[in-house]
Nanobody, 126 residues
Framework: QVQLVETGGGTVQAGGSLRLSCVASGSTFSDYTVGWFRQAPGKEKVFVAA????????YYADSVKGRFTISRDNAKRTVYLQMNGLKVEDTAFYYC???????????????????WGPGTQVTVSS
C-alpha cells in the first residue's frame, strides 16, 4: 500500500505558475505509476498527466500539453506537476493517484488507480 498527500495548491492569476507535489509513504514508491487528475465544480474528475514507474514515460491530456510537466524524484518519494501558463479553466481540485499494475491504455482512467490523495485546490483568477 501507499499513502499520498498533495501540496502546493493555491490561488494564482491567469498566466502564472504553480508546482504541485504528491508525496508518498508506504510501499516502494518507484513501483508505482502516478497520475494527476482534477475535478472542477459540477464536473467529473478528469485525467491531467501521468508518469510511469521505472522508465518514467509521461502522458498528458491535450488541454495541458505544452503547459504542464510531470516529473518524479523516487529518492524523495515525490511526483511533481509543474503548471505554467495557467488559465481560468484550470481551476479545480487536483488529486494524485497511484497504482502498481497499470498498462498504458489505462493510464488516463481514474477507476484503474487504487490509491488516491485527499487533493489540493488550485484557483486561477482572471
Amino acid at each position: 500500500q501507499v499513502q499520498l498527500v498533495e501540496t502546493g495548491g493555491g490561488t494564482v492569476q491567469a498566466g502564472g505558475s504553480l508546482r504541485l507535489s504528491c508525496v508518498a509513504s508506504g510501499s516502494t514508491f518507484s513501483d508505482y505509476t502516478v497520475g494527476w487528475f482534477r475535478q472542477a465544480p459540477g464536473k467529473e474528475k478528469v485525467f491531467v498527466a501521468a508518469i510511469k514507474r521505472y522508465g518514467g514515460s509521461t502522458y498528458y491530456a491535450d488541454s495541458v500539453k505544452g503547459r504542464f510537466t510531470i516529473s518524479r524524484d523516487n529518492a524523495k518519494r515525490t511526483v511533481y506537476l509543474q503548471m505554467n501558463g495557467l488559465k481560468v479553466e484550470d481551476t479545480a481540485f487536483y488529486y494524485c493517484a497511484a497504482d502498481r499494475g497499470l498498462i498504458t491504455s489505462s493510464i488516463g482512467i481514474g477507476a484503474h488507480y487504487d490509491y488516491w490523495g485527499p487533493g489540493t485546490q488550485v484557483t486561477v483568477s482572471s
